[in-house]
């Protein structure tokens, strides 16, 4: 039965059911696929255009020449069910459905329509996306629900309840660096659901690392049978919403989704170590930390910091999450020494580099060699930055330089104040070196401890 | 006693005692002077030169003619005794002591040094402020550390025993519109401590607001006298590092601070409702929402929004927060039918515009002043933006039209990944009309119930 999904990650031909003429909202899907350069045939249906934008529309997906494999509806409400007649005779595989106005309005009508759909995908033997929803993403097959979306593929898999949320959290990890494997908007989730997402994620090769935005599910048994096969092998991290009566009541008119008693999720979330987040700036730390940095090693940490005070907060933060602070050997106290002022400055872990280093940036790369050359190190968190942004600029590739002999975790911080330090410019060539970016060591030590409790409990379970 | 401080804040005349010749460090006090254009006499002290930048110099405060009121002490630790006896014979009202190499350094020597200099300030009837420290920004007195500081003053006041966060957390607030009233580096703290700041900052006119990063004190029982005489009035918000053994070891070598036991502060702010943060952002985001936000009526919050996803989440924040979703009264949800296209959006608070809004801002403008025209209502969340930059822009003037005329609170979001709307230049106009933006509406919501719970605390003492 699982294997059914392939149909929307995979497929060979598209049809876009309901393709409107001019700039309306739902062209973005062919400007989408377009845009990603799908390789199949791509299949417009109109009711009587001939042709729109210069491509042939057919009246019907029954005058479509050859198979069908996703069928993408994004006609008006009143004609979703002629057109799954249509899908359910052509034996496509996939169904994305767009177009919206069902449970989500709150009315027995629209709960009614969504059972029907469900027996006419079962009936017809393929699977319905949405209704209500974006689509996927999926860069290896070329599809996207939007145009301008990334065309590189990565180990990040995004299941999405919401789909502004696909474009807003696609786009935010993208500039920090991270890519996508699959990416799905469930919309109402009328046939594939959460748990079915969940499932086939945690089957999928290329995906390493699960992100969700959650409203709520309709089934959850299967949603605890999914998170249990799933969380055991793949972190998933999962924005739970709806769990006030104010969020709830948001989320019925928003997907229609049943949102459940906040306990019994937080029970949930313990039991099988879902990583739950608060909101979007969370998921996407936790994400940078799964992405790009090595759970292994003690987690011994060292600080390097420019100004002092943020040093002893990064020290508390350390401690505070249940790593701890690494004790730099002789020999790398030997060299500080040599390579730092002696006054302004400490030597001790969080090392001081003082406040000269933002007039000298090398003193910053070598205070990093000198650490990841510690065998009693696993992890430095490096907070500084120049006291020009040219400065600054040389800062981060001082990093990327000492950085680039070793395995181990390198964390940057871009301080909130430091010069220009929060340019996305100044901060590209970081990410594209895999090496994750936090506004401050508070933010980068906690997500790095979740990162390392969970792949200890992953461990533990063997 | 306490009138002794005026002479740090409110200096006539000032000396720079071992003012060097070339760049150094300390040359940042002449160059901060200069900068902010100080309108006394200046008096340069150097050993043996006769002139440094074509400043003529003495080579003691003894030969400096009329007056001095304070002195930035930055010779060598060999010459501060000297320095000081000669500030005692002068007369002069404070002593800034930027010179390090006393306590911080872990042994008797520093300390003994130290209550040397809190004897000789205390027989010469002056005041100390440092060693080890950065001394004092005070816009109206066209005082600062460093070139480059605002000139401008405002409510804000900033007590710091880091000396970099000075220059961090200042460029920081500047960016987000808000000004200082005075800011005062404390380092090690031998005489003038956070206690002394406290009583000062919350007895001045012109300071509103609190910030405080504390490492630690040395006599408990007067902070503790200090908060109590300040929190009823004024709001403090403290930074307390140094709560883990790794902090407070990394204080003990950054300003020599004796940090404490976790419980015991913790309990403090409890008691005295001090408003106690996590990290540099948690303090940047109270400080907003003092700083911007009315704290009267009800804190009935209507979220805006264009994204359905992070509408849902605001309002759990908002209920969590223990704030209330406002009901928009049947006027608003007439004239909010009138503007919004039928699907896609929803009335209820929140208040979804839909996604089409990216293309027509107007609609988010149009929504903001249908709801600031409700008297349910005493706060608007919104968040959105437009498809392209021009739009963002657009998106943010509409934000500023809307406000104009009420003095309901407006908060912005400038969401991750929503188009260019976290470039600072989009959002300068927001911060210059007193608008605070936040990047997610969970740290809004939660800044503005901590500032709104405050202000209840201090309306039930009376």
Chains 1, 2 share one sequence.
């Not at 494997?181 to 469930?186: G, M």
């Not at 301080?415 to 594209?432: A, C, N, S, T």
Request: hydrophobic residues 40%; negative net charge; contains cysteine.
């Amino acid at each position: 039965m699982e294997d059914t999904l392939e149909g929307l990650f995979f497929p060979e031909s598209i049809a876009l059911y309901g393709i409107p003429r001019g700039i309306k909202p739902g062209k973005v899907f062919l400007l989408g696929l377009l845009d990603q350069g799908f390789g199949g045939p791509i299949h417009l249906i109109h009711p009587s255009a001939r042709e729109i934008d210069g491509y042939r529309t057919y009246q019907s997906l029954d005058q479509v020449p050859g198979p069908v494999d996703l069928v993408i509806v994004m006609s008006p409400r009143d004609t979703v069910f002629d057109a799954l007649d249509q899908c359910a005779r052509r034996h496509v595989k996939a169904v994305i459905l767009y177009t919206s106005g069902f449970s989500e309005l709150g009315d027995e009508t629209g709960r009614e329509a969504e059972a029907r759909m469900r027996r006419i995908a079962r009936d017809g033997g393929f699977r319905i996306l949405g209704p209500n929803c974006m689509g996927v993403l999926s860069p290896d097959s070329r599809i996207a629900p939007f145009p301008g979306m990334p065309k590189t593929s990565g180990k990040l898999g995004f299941i999405s309840q919401s789909g502004s949320l696909v474009n807003l959290f696609v786009n935010e990890c993208s500039n920090k660096g991270l890519a996508f494997s699959h990416v799905v908007s469930i919309g109402n989730g009328v046939d594939v659901d959460m748990a079915d997402l969940l499932e086939w994620m945690g089957r999928d090769d290329k995906t390493l690392i699960i992100c969700s935005y959650c409203e709520g599910t309709r089934d959850s048994a299967r949603l605890v049978r999914a998170l249990r096969g799933t969380t055991a092998h793949k972190p998933v991290i999962m924005w739970k919403v709806g769990l006030t009566a104010a969020g709830s009541r948001a989320a019925a008119s928003h997907t229609g989704a049943m949102t459940g008693k906040v306990d019994l999720w937080n029970s949930l979330f313990r039991q099988f170590h879902v990583l739950d987040v608060y909101d979007i700036e969370e998921m996407t730390d936790l994400a940078m930390a799964f992405y790009n940095l090595e759970p292994g090693g003690a987690a011994r940490v060292v600080i390097i910091s420019g100004p002092g005070g943020p040093a002893v907060s990064a020290a508390d933060a350390v401690e505070r999450s249940g790593l701890s602070m690494a004790v730099p050997g002789e020999e790398s106290i030997r060299r500080l020494r040599a390579l730092l002022p002696p006054t302004g400055t400490s030597l001790d872990n969080p090392i001081d580099v003082g406040l000269g280093a933002s007039f000298d940036v090398g003193l910053y790369q070598g205070a990093l060699e000198i650490i990841l050359d510690d065998p009693g190190v696993d992890t430095v968190v490096i907070l500084g930055g120049g006291a020009s942004t040219e400065m600054s600029a040389d800062f981060v590739q001082g990093i990327i330089r000492a950085k680039a002999g070793t395995d181990k975790n390198v964390i940057a911080i871009a301080y909130p104040g430091f010069v220009q330090i929060d340019q996305k410019e100044l901060l590209r060539p970081l990410y594209e070196h895999g090496i994750p970016v936090y506004p401050t060591p508070e933010r980068a030590v906690r997500a790095y401890a979740r990162m390392v409790r969970y792949h200890r409990y992953r461990s533990a379970r063997g």
